[in-house]
């Protein structure tokens, strides 16, 4: 018995040491929430107002500029999928991807051809695993994003789209990411960035509903150079926007995971000191039991020496 115990004191120092670093993981993942949510809350504002802007000039102007212009039977489609560069982060990454491949599923269904650009070693090594293509990736900033990386990725994306197919570009531009609802929920949802004329016509129909007109436009120089110049800063926008509350939703994620896995840990270590307990009495009692033994076996042999 007194090896069984060994054996349960060495777990459970095992045990505590990876509760020390699951609840530090747990405390590093919670301090960057918060800072995480002030970027999110910092970019949304800007985000939201150059989309309104942008449909709002995508609406007022007659111009078919590739950005905004409804494709008929649109043959290839952009798909960015935003996972994270680390583990540790529960079903973070995987839930993402799940909803990257439903969109694929869709969008392949509907008979165009899907080019994928991710986000995060997460995403690379699944698609690199199963031998897929990816066009391209980016890792390294997952959990601190700046407009810098947005820039990054935006950049491929938004040539893509004002090229032709035939030449390699893409009709629509989707984009795969978590949304950070609140501390305990994060949902995985995928938009359509590009083109904007669906958008627009929601927009439109909304305004309408509720009584909003949006202003007309005089453009200078012309209608298509401010689409020009306004529709890439939307898309870095949006990426932006996207890569932010994706780090929100991995710290989160990161964050609950590490207090399961603490939390497990404290069962677990009192479920081992009980067994250990349950050991070491065992083993007293035992040891009780052979003296108690040995001195009736003495007692015997003095009698019957007598």
Do not use: C
């Not at 000191?273 to 007293?284: E, G, K, M, V, Y």
């Amino acid at each position: 018995m007194g090896a069984q115990l060994r054996v349960y004191k060495r777990r459970i120092k095992s045990v505590t040491a990876t509760k020390k670093i699951t609840k530090a993981m747990e405390m590093i993942a919670a301090s960057r929430i918060v800072k995480a949510q002030r970027k999110v809350a910092a970019s949304s504002p800007y985000a939201s107002e150059l989309t309104r802007a942008v449909t709002a000039v995508a609406t007022g102007s007659v111009t078919k500029h590739p950005l905004t212009t409804e494709v008929e039977n649109a043959t290839r489609a952009a798909v960015l999928l935003v996972t994270s560069d680390r583990g540790l982060a529960g079903g973070y990454s995987s839930n993402a991807i799940k909803a990257g491949e439903r969109l694929t599923e869709r969008l392949t269904a509907e008979g165009k051809e899907v080019v994928t650009y991710v986000v995060g070693r997460k995403g690379v090594a699944y698609y690199g695993f199963r031998g897929r293509k990816v066009d391209e990736s980016w890792t390294g900033f997952t959990d601190n994003p700046s407009y810098a990386d947005a820039k990054a990725v935006a950049a491929p994306l938004i040539e893509a789209v004002t090229k032709e197919t035939a030449e390699g570009g893409v009709d629509e531009l989707h984009i795969v990411f978590t949304e950070f609802v609140s501390m305990m929920t994060q949902t995985p949802i995928d938009r359509r960035l590009l083109p904007l004329s669906l958008e627009a016509d929601q927009q439109t129909e909304e305004n309408e509903k509720k009584g909003e007109i949006l202003p007309l436009y005089d453009f200078e120089p012309s209608s298509e150079d401010v689409l020009d110049a306004l529709l890439p800063r939307y898309v870095e926008s949006r990426i932006y926007n996207a890569l932010l509350q994706s780090a929100a939703s991995e710290h989160a994620a990161r964050r609950r995971a590490m207090k399961s896995a603490t939390d497990n840990a404290e069962d677990l270590i009192k479920s081992l000191t009980r067994l250990a307990n349950a050991a070491r009495q065992a083993d007293i009692t035992q040891e009780i039991s052979e003296i108690v033994g040995g001195a009736s076996a003495l007692a015997d042999a003095t009698a019957g020496s007598d």
